[in-house]
């Protein structure tokens, strides 16, 4: 299924300054693997040492977080809209 995935400016750093990519996947896990493919060296800003999402890494599918739905293996439809934002935290 392809699905549009927007990304989130302190990671643009890893995606030569884009902001969209479409990739074609079943579900976040394989959404993620697709955008390393595409961008190398993203996901090592998403995962820690082993192999888990970051918690300060949120990832939205149709404005839903992934800790609402089933995780990496939240699945996808064609026309999926995929965010991935870092969380931030001040005070």
Do not use: H
């Not at 404005?63 to 990496?72: A, E, F, I």
């Amino acid at each position: 299924m392809s699905v549009t995935v927007w990304i989130s400016g302190s990671l643009r750093q890893a995606t030569e300054g884009k902001t969209e990519a479409e990739v074609v996947a079943k579900d976040i896990a394989g959404c993620l693997d697709e955008l390393e493919i595409q961008f190398p060296g993203l996901k090592e800003r998403l995962y820690d040492d082993q192999g888990e999402l970051y918690p300060f890494v949120d990832i939205f599918v149709n404005g839903d977080s992934l800790r609402s739905l089933q995780g990496l293996a939240t699945q996808l439809k064609e026309g999926d809209k995929v965010s991935i934002l870092p969380v931030f935290a001040g005070g």
